[in-house]
C-alpha cells in the first residue's frame, strides 16, 4: 500500500538548530521515494534551509502564530484537514502534551519525532527516538501507548547517506580534518576549532558552515593556507566520506557521520547528546570531546592528533559506527507507518 499525505511540523533557527527539520527532510524523501506527498508546516525557516526544502517536492505553508502554542495547534490541524493528511509528524521540544492531543483528537494519526521522553504524556501513534536507550521505560511509565521505535535502527537519513555509503580507504596518516557543527552552530565554535588546528600545518582541515549559521563574516577573516571554508553545501555527505575524522556536535550529524563510516570526535549541546556519546566512547566508536561550552583547544589538538597516527583506531570506529547506524531507518519507519495504517 502506498502512503499518502505526510504532513509534517516543524522549525529550524539559531537557537534550535536545524536538525528537526533536517530529520524530518530526510523522512520526507523516504516517504516520496514510497510514493507518498509531503508538505512541511513551519513557523520559522532560514532562507537557505528554505530552498533546500523545495527543491526536494516538499510543499511549504507558513504557521502564523506563537510554535507550540494553542494557535498554532490550530493551524496545524487545519493545514492538516485542507491536504487531507493521514499522518502529522511531529518534531521540536516545543510541541508539549496539548499540542499533540490537540492535533490527534482532530482525528489524525501523530508521530512524534522526539529526544528527551520528558512530556507529561504522549498520546501518539508512533514514537521515534533514534537514542540508545531502547527500553521504552520513559515513554510507558507516563502511558504512552504508541508503538516505540527506538534507538539506532530507526535513525532518519536523508538519501546521500542511505546511497553514499562507500567502501572507505582507511589512509595510514589520517590529517584530512573535516569540522561540521550541525546547521547553526549556536555556540560558534567553528572559528574557534578552525583557529586551533589552523596553527598545525600538517593537518588538511575544511569546515563547514551550515544554513543557519549566522556569523559567515566571522569564518571568512580565517585564512590559514591549511583552511577551506565552505559554506551550506549541497551535499555534507561527500565531505564526511573524503574525510578521515571529523570534529561535530552530537545529534544529527553524530548518526550521519557514522553512517559514512567516517572517525569522529564528538561534543555534546545537551544531557541527552552527553549520554549518547559517553556509551558510544566506551564501546570505541567515537572520541568524546565533553560539551561545547567547556571547549579546550589543546584537548582537541590532542586528541586530533591521535587519531592522525592510530590507523586502527581508525579502522575500528568505521567498522562499529557502520554497524550501528546501517542508512535504512527512514525506510522502516515508513513501513511501520504504513502498517498501523492497516491495522
Known sequence: ??????????????????????????????????????????????????LRVTAEGVSLSRVHATPGGPEDAGETVAQAHRLRADWVVIDGDRFGTDFLETVRAAGFRVLLIDDFADRESFPADLIVNPNLDDDGEPYRKRGATARLLMGPSYVLLRREFRQGAEKR???????????????????????????????????????????????????????????????????????????????????????????????GLSYSRNIVQTRVVQVLSHRGVVVDMGETRHFDPAKLVVSVKELVDSHKARERMTTLGRMLVDGMGTTRVVEAAQQSEVQ
Open 169 to 263: 580507504e582507511i589512509r595510514q596518516t589520517g590529517n584530512r580534518i573535516l569540522v561540521t557543527l550541525g546547521g547553526s552552530d549556536p555556540e560558534n565554535l567553528t572559528p574557534k576549532i578552525a583557529d586551533a588546528l589552523a596553527r598545525c600545518s600538517d593537518l588538511d582541515v575544511t569546515a563547514i558552515a551550515g544554513p543557519g549559521y549566522d556569523k559567515a563574516d566571522e569564518l571568512r577573516k580565517r585564512n590559514a593556507s591549511n583552511l577551506r571554508i565552505v559554506f551550506n553545501p549541497p551535499s555534507i555527505a561527500q565531505f564526511m566520506n573524503g574525510s578521515d575524522q571529523a570534529i561535530i556536535a552530537a545529534g544529527g550529524t553524530l548518526w550521519e557521520l557514522l553512517s559514512m563510516g567516517c572517525a
Open 1 to 50: 500500500m502506498k502512503p499518502g499525505v505526510l504532513l509534517i511540523r516543524a522549525d529550524a533557527s539559531l537557537a534550535i538548530g536545524t536538525g528537526h527539520v533536517m530529520r524530518c527532510l530526510a523522512l520526507a524523501q523516504a516517504w516520496q521515494d514510497a510514493g507518498g506527498t509531503v508538505s512541511l508546516a513551519v513557523a520559522e525557516l532560514p532562507d537557505a534551509l528554505l
